[in-house]
């Protein structure tokens, strides 16, 4: 039982939380702004595969409660003059959980 145990907490650790993606628009979607044409995993981390630090829009996302609220959307979290919504393709930020966002392409990395 001790083995079961520790395999499944092991994998959570290495799987990480790839659920977090679907809780802002595009989240599956988010561009590697070092590595064009591949997808930066790790949602809300300065790690493309997640995990350990998170970048300042996975503070920003911690602090509005893993919710996407028109005051996140509205944000500049890495202060490149683009607020988070017009990044993640919301720029009207009426984007719900579930439902396809405004725009799905030219989606831009909006912690990097």
Same mark, same amino acid.
């Given at each position: 039982?001790?083995?079961?145990?520790?395999v499944v907490l092991l994998l959570a650790c290495v799987y !990480?939380? *790839?659920?977090?993606?679907?809780?802002?628009?595009?989240?599956?979607?988010? *561009? %590697?702004?070092?590595? *064009?044409? =591949? /997808?930066? &995993? !790790?949602? !809300?981390?300065?790690?493309?595969? #997640?995990?350990?630090? /998170?970048? @300042?829009? !996975?503070?920003?996302?911690?602090?509005? %409660?893993?919710?996407?609220?028109? =005051?996140?959307? =509205? @944000?500049?979290?890495?202060?490149?003059?683009?607020?988070n919504g017009e990044e993640l393709g919301d720029p009207n930020?009426?984007?719900?959980? #579930? =439902?396809? *966002?405004?725009?799905?392409?030219?989606?831009? &990395?909006?912690g990097q």
């Amino acid at each position: 039982m001790k083995f079961v145990c520790l395999v499944v907490l092991l994998l959570a650790c290495v799987y !990480g939380h *790839p659920w977090y993606a679907n809780l802002i628009p595009n989240g599956d979607n988010l *561009p %590697n702004p070092c590595k *064009p044409g =591949e /997808r930066w &995993h !790790g949602v !809300g981390h300065t790690n493309p595969s #997640g995990g350990l630090a /998170r970048n @300042k829009f !996975g503070l920003d996302l911690k602090a509005a %409660n893993f919710t996407w609220t028109k =005051e996140l959307c =509205e @944000k500049d979290s890495d202060g490149d003059g683009s607020s988070n919504g017009e990044e993640l393709g919301d720029p009207n930020c009426t984007w719900k959980q #579930g =439902e396809k *966002p405004y725009r799905t392409t030219d989606i831009t &990395h909006p912690g990097q």
